[in-house]
């Protein structure tokens, strides 16, 4: 039976997460017995420096021109060229920040289509979300997975999904050039131009035929009040909106980096195990966010430790 490389991906992606879950309920009780043992990285190479996560930290305004909440109008050269060198001067990331501020950062659309586009584009992993509190920014929201953005999206703002076909439908010569569905073209694989087009494409189809009364709960106005008043159908967010378009699919879990560091290295590493989903968010004791490690790096250097005891 011929498999697929796709199929193939997706049944590697499955079984090997699945072969260390079992891995680690098989000999859940010899875990407590190893890692103790487990404290140089000459020995075992487990420490939780080597499983921290790289960031892709894009400045997304230039000027006056924000891509989190810009007019359509402002889709210029200037700020695509700018773009374009955001996405072709880096290599793939883990997770990106998303700070809302205070509710006034991020509207609904631009994180829509950018959690789609850097998740094609750099093969971006998970958005962190952090929000400004009195007398303290960067509070830690929780992150979650580019695609669970998109899809939880797409149920509380249809239009979304509706103007995102329609823009991809209209871009020209479009080729797909990579496993993590990197736009390029027929003619040149590397050409970011696509990307470009798309996000274009998209700001004007999910702002066509505003209502002549703005709905508060689905079109927000842009820019200053008059004939250059703006209309975006989206809704800014803020760390209550978050939670409530992703619920469960918005990981929260985290550990405070001052707690850690009076931990020995094998109790830092017993904590990382205890916590839920692939990335743990350390932070300071105020919340604030620091870093994030991939937890999937450690659970398989515990498997691999746990089989050469056996």
Known sequence: MDITYDVAAIISAIVWPLIIVIVLLAYRKNILAILPYVKK?????????????KAFSPRWSMGSIDVRQMKGVDIDKSYVQYFIDQLTGTTTADYA??????????????????????????????FVFVETMPNLRRKYIGWAEPSKIRWAFAIEFPWMEEAFGKAYGNLPEIQIVSKTGKLGSRFNSDDPFQAINLLQNFVFENNKDPPPLINDNEWVSIGPEGPEQYLEHAQWLNGDSIEDLLEKDLNKSYLVSSKLKDMSESDQIRQMLLQSGRYVAITRDDMRFEKLIDRYILLEKVSKSLLREK
């Open 41 to 53: 990285v000459s020995f075992a190479g487990l420490t939780i420096e080597l499983a921290e996560v």
């Open 97 to 126: 920040v998303i700070d809302l501020g205070k509710g006034d950062k991020w509207l609904s659309s631009r994180l829509f289509i950018l959690a789609i586009l850097l998740g094609r584009m750099i093969g971006l992993k998970s």
